[in-house]
Nanobody, 113 residues
Framework: QVQLAESGGGLVQAGGSLRLSCAVS????????MGWYRQAPGNQRDFIAS???????YYAPSVDGRFSISRDNAKSTMYLQMSSLQPEDTGVYFC???????WGQGTQVTVSS
């Protein structure tokens, strides 16, 4: 059974940084593509970043150059380092393995102007 637990969200001022974590159980990060998604109030859940099993990373244009996705296979944890945060980055952040339709509870990020 795949389980995901996001953490690390909070309230930050514009220009600040946060690091989100996604603890994963039930699958191996070494062999799965993992992604981060964001859902702003009233909006759909949008793709933010992904990391493939081979380590290749992809970013949405809106976060490219400001966010960095990584993983620690030994800890079975994926991360999202977010820098130069802007109010439009506000939302609930979720992680998800590409091959499984499973979501965690998400972690709230609020960026104040």
């Amino acid at each position: 059974q795949v389980q995901l637990a996001e953490s690390g969200g909070g309230l930050v001022q514009a220009g600040g940084s946060l690091r989100l974590s996604c603890a994963v159980s039930g699958i191996s990060l070494r062999s799965n593509t993992m992604g981060w998604y964001r859902q702003a109030p009233g909006n759909q859940r949008d793709f933010i970043a992904s990391i493939r099993a081979d380590g290749t990373t992809y970013y949405a244009p809106s976060v490219d150059g400001r966010f960095s996705i990584s993983r620690d296979n030994a800890k079975s944890t994926m991360y999202l380092q977010m820098s130069s945060l802007q109010p439009e980055d506000t939302g609930v952040y979720f992680c998800r393995p590409a091959a499984f339709n499973v979501w965690g509870q998400g972690t709230q990020v609020t960026v104040s102007s």
